[in-house]
């Protein structure tokens, strides 16, 4: 569905490269891990795979289209993106964001009617925030607003989500929260996921397969288990851990032991 | 002895000993190196006969002739301090407003004579002054008392006849009725419209001059609307003047009976020695 | 809700608050004029005063008022959005005074031309507004990554910085007269004398608005940023163009008319968003909508508060503006 294929990316002519040769390819109903530590180039990866930016070299297609050749709306009907925060200039309401959502699937003057309303209302009540449909976004404590973040990319009925490091900003029980809403999306409105993210945790508890970044490069690709070991972790991140299955949480349990000296 | 009465026998102590300092200065010597910041004056002390003790004048001086080889020394605004005292002037004509540099020329020890812009008889005092002051008071009373019996001359030459109720407009945006600018009911223009024989529709505006509005001009109805185009350049004060735009005011008399005066050189407004020509100029226009 | 039901609501509303204002301006005024004789058509029309009062004196400038005033006020919408900040205005860009610049040079240097019934200094300034914008887009465009806010408001402050100094520097070297007439455009001025000025300004408001008109939605994205935005389906490059040029042909055009009047672009709009929220698609027909009423307002203040003389209108917006804004940054701050 998404695929990327020898794909070598720079900000600007004349900027180092930040991504380079990478390939790889998302089918549908998959939860892929894009495991990194800062700076490997995760967020610009997801930002080629969106079709925010054109890659340098290379291509990513999305079902079978070049992504390049597409328009916006084309893309955004069938990809949607959470990013990591949303800095929002205006008082809008989280309905008013969610309803953004619908932005791909509305003609030029077209106003919102039922239909679109009941979409964007599904999407609140998908990920636990109907509640709040009247509350300003800006009020709203950094889990809340992650999730309409996440009811907006729903409005727009994508096939693939693309999530941005998304428990940074979250504290311990709204990173569960979210680990769960995921493996809801996925295994019961079937939407593919891609997650950035270094949060070993979440990689290890949602994901079904993780593409291992460091400085623009993979370094490693494959299910999550074959991925979670000592000796990937160090390569990646340079630390020591200690990886032991967790059956309770159905999942690993990865124990930082302490910074690998290389 | 009361403080009031106190203070009005030092103040007139003061008065006399001023007087008596600045006698015997002028007895002993009329300045000699004179700088004029004002172009008026700088006219009129061609016109008194002091032209020869001119030595340098401001950046807007044009008139008369001889001044244009002069040196400029900055104007209202810019006045060039450094260009002033090394010309060595043992007198310089300033503006009432300029304060730091009165301040500084006070302190160098150079005598300045203040200018302050008023009605039309000030002018006349302030000439008479000028005379006092550079050692041409002859002179200077006889441009006065000329200049006297040419407004009077234009005063009997109207009176008796109807004085039109008149716009006196010196600014206008080129081609429309927009930014006009008229004389209000106070100043020297004022004075010279009210000696030339007319009547002015703004006399109740307690200001020298007045953005109006066309509704105002609606309102007042002025029967003739004088116009001065002025400005700098001489060729241009000549250039045919557009009256056009003053046909959207139909119901004006001046409009209607077609008195749309244009009168043009920048000569008209200024307080000096050709004012009584001006004068004159401005009631052949509202009584031809 | 639906914005489907609330659309109609908030353009009736505000429609007829303007229609009101327009209706109601041109019977006030410094003299007392009577109706009945304005519409009286045995009045001959060149004996009519009250007649040429209300038509000639009034009504065109009421229309300049509502121009104006409309399109400073939909600039700054679009402006606020665009650049994500809610203290943007189309003077925060320096481009009054760029207006300025170009109205002091066409007076300074005596231009005379006319085209197409705007007279020299209108014109000037209108170049200039286009000329600042030109600038900062360039500006901002060559960072290749899209407009950053940052530099955007940076080069506006430097552009004000440079423009005036410009300003300065030309005025030095004017007339005392002609700096003074240049002072008085920089203050507003709506007294157009007649229709043609409207006329000729017409074309470029009616392009604006059309630019304007498809853009309410991509705003409403673009307030989150360029890339969710882009993400959400916007084609960012082009809705910044458009946002861009629509907004500074509004801007020119009304500078054009009535000089830089401040502050409608920002006191306006926040007063829509107070009352309607911050959904462009509403925000922004009623900030055009309610900008003309507001400044047909403020222009009654300014002829009939001295008359005869008068008030710079850029004065009493200023007045009730400054404040404003200030109140404002202390909010958001």
């Known amino acids: ?262 | 002895m009361t403080m009031a009465t106190t203070r009005r026998r030092t103040q007139g102590l003061a008065l006399m000993l001023a007087v008596l300092l600045s006698a015997t200065s002028l007895v002993a010597q009329a300045p000699q190196r004179i700088i004029s910041l004002v172009p008026n004056l700088t006219e009129s002390l061609f016109s008194m006969g002091a032209g020869p003790q001119v030595v340098a004048v401001s950046s807007f001086d044009r008139e008369p002739e001889a001044v244009r080889t002069l040196p400029r020394v900055g104007a209202l605004l810019d006045p060039d301090v450094e260009r002033i005292l090394s010309l060595r002037p043992d007198l310089v004509i300033t503006y009432g407003s300029q304060v730091e540099l009165k301040a500084q020329l006070a302190r160098t020890g150079i005598a300045a004579f203040d200018y302050r812009h008023g009605g039309l008889t000030d002018a006349l005092t302030t000439l008479r002054a000028l005379g006092v002051r550079t050692g041409h008071a002859r002179e200077a009373e006889a441009l006065a008392r000329r200049l006297e019996q040419q407004i009077a001359a234009t005063r009997a030459r109207v009176a008796g006849r109807p004085r039109p109720r008149t716009l006196l407009v010196f600014g206008r945006e080129p081609g429309s009725l927009r930014n006009i600018y008229a004389v209000g009911g106070t100043g020297f223009l004022h004075d010279m419209l009210e000696a030339a024989g007319g009547r002015n529709v703004l006399a109740d505006v307690t200001q020298e001059s007045v953005q109006v509005t066309t509704e105002t001009i609606l309102a007042r109805a002025p029967e003739v609307i004088l116009e001065i185009r002025g400005g700098t350049d001489p060729s241009r004060a000549d250039a045919r003047p557009d009256t056009s735009p003053w046909q959207a005011l139909a119901s004006v008399p001046a409009v209607k009976q077609g008195r749309l005066v244009v009168l043009s050189g920048s000569w008209l407004t200024v307080p000096g020695p050709r004012v009584g020509d001006a004068i004159a100029r401005f009631s052949t226009a509202l009584h031809p | ?333």
């Not at chain 1, 891609?194 to 079904?208: E, G, K």
């Open chain 1, 1 to 262: 569905m998404l695929q990327a294929a020898d794909v070598s990316f720079r900000y600007r002519p004349g900027a180092p490269l930040v991504l380079e040769g990478i390939s790889l390819e998302v089918r549908p109903g998959e939860v892929v891990g894009l495991l990194g530590p800062n700076g490997s180039g995760k967020t610009s990866l997801l930002r080629l795979l969106s079709g925010v930016r054109t890659p340098t070299a290379g291509v990513v297609r999305l079902d079978g289209q070049v992504m390049s050749d597409l328009s916006r709306r084309a893309v955004a009907r069938k990809v949607a993106v959470v990013p990591q925060g949303v800095d929002l200039a205006f008082d809008y309401t989280a309905l008013d964001l969610v309803l953004m959502g619908r932005h791909p699937h509305l003609g030029l003057f077209t106003v919102e009617g039922p239909a679109d309303y009941a979409h964007a209302r599904a999407a609140l009540a998908a990920t636990g925030t109907s509640a709040l449909e009247d509350r300003l976004f800006r009020t709203l404590s950094g889990g809340e607003q992650q999730r309409v973040i996440i009811a907006a990319a729903l409005a727009q009925q994508p096939q693939v989500l693309l999530l941005d490091e998304p428990t940074t900003a979250l504290d311990l029980g709204a990173q569960l929260h979210l680990a769960a809403l995921l493996l809801r999306l996925n295994k019961e409105h079937g939407v593919t996921l891609v997650i950035s993210t270094h949060d070993l945790h979440l990689a290890a508890s949602v994901c079904h397969r993780l593409v291992l970044l460091r400085q623009g490069r993979i370094i490693g690709s494959g299910p999550v288990r074959e991925m979670l070991t000592p000796g990937h972790l160090r390569a990646v991140f340079d630390v020591d851990a200690t990886v032991l299955p967790n059956d309770a949480a159905g999942a690993l349990t990865i124990i930082p032991t302490g910074r690998h000296a290389s």
């Open chain 3, 1 to 333: 809700m639906m914005v489907r039901q609330r659309l109609p609501l908030v353009l009736a509303v505000s429609s007829l608050a303007t229609l009101a204002t327009i209706v109601w301006a041109p019977t006030v005024g410094s003299t007392p004029i009577s109706l009945a004789r304005v519409f009286d058509p045995a009045i001959d029309w060149a004996s009519n005063v009250d007649a040429q009062i209300f038509f000639v004196a009034r009504l065109p400038r009421v229309l300049a008022g509502a121009l104006v005033g409309a399109a400073l006020a939909a600039a700054g919408v679009v402006l606020q959005a665009l650049l994500r900040n809610p203290l943007a205005t189309p003077f925060t860009l320096g481009v009054s005074s760029g207006a300025a610049l170009g109205a002091m040079l066409a007076t300074a240097f005596h231009l005379e031309a006319t085209l197409l019934g705007i007279s020299a200094v209108p014109l000037a300034s209108f170049t200039g507004a286009m000329l600042a914008t030109a600038i900062v887009y360039g500006l901002a465009a060559s960072q290749r990554r899209g407009l950053s806010t940052n530099v955007l408001l940076l080069a506006g402050v430097t552009l004000n910085a440079f423009f005036s100094a410009l300003i300065l520097f030309v005025q030095y070297f004017a007339d005392m007269t002609d700096a003074l007439r240049a002072v008085r455009w920089l203050m507003g001025d709506l007294d157009v004398g007649t229709l043609a000025p409207l006329a000729g300004a017409l074309p470029l408001l009616l392009l604006a608005a059309a630019a304007m008109a498809v853009l309410p939605r991509a705003l409403n994205l673009l307030t989150m940023g360029d890339e969710v935005a882009a993400s959400r389906g916007v084609d960012v490059h082009r809705a910044q163009r458009l946002a861009f040029l629509s907004a500074s042909l509004a801007t020119g055009a009304a500078v054009s008319l009535g000089g830089p009047v401040g502050f409608i672009g920002i006191i306006v709009p926040h007063l829509v968003r107070l009352i309607v929220g911050a959904d462009h698609r509403l925000v922004l027909p009623a900030s055009t909508l309610l900008g003309a009423a507001f400044l047909v307002l403020c222009d009654v203040v300014a002829r009939t508060l001295l008359a005869p003389v008068e008030v710079p209108v850029g004065i009493i917006t200023a007045v009730i503006g400054g404040p404003f804004f200030l109140w404002l940054l202390v909010r958001h701050a």
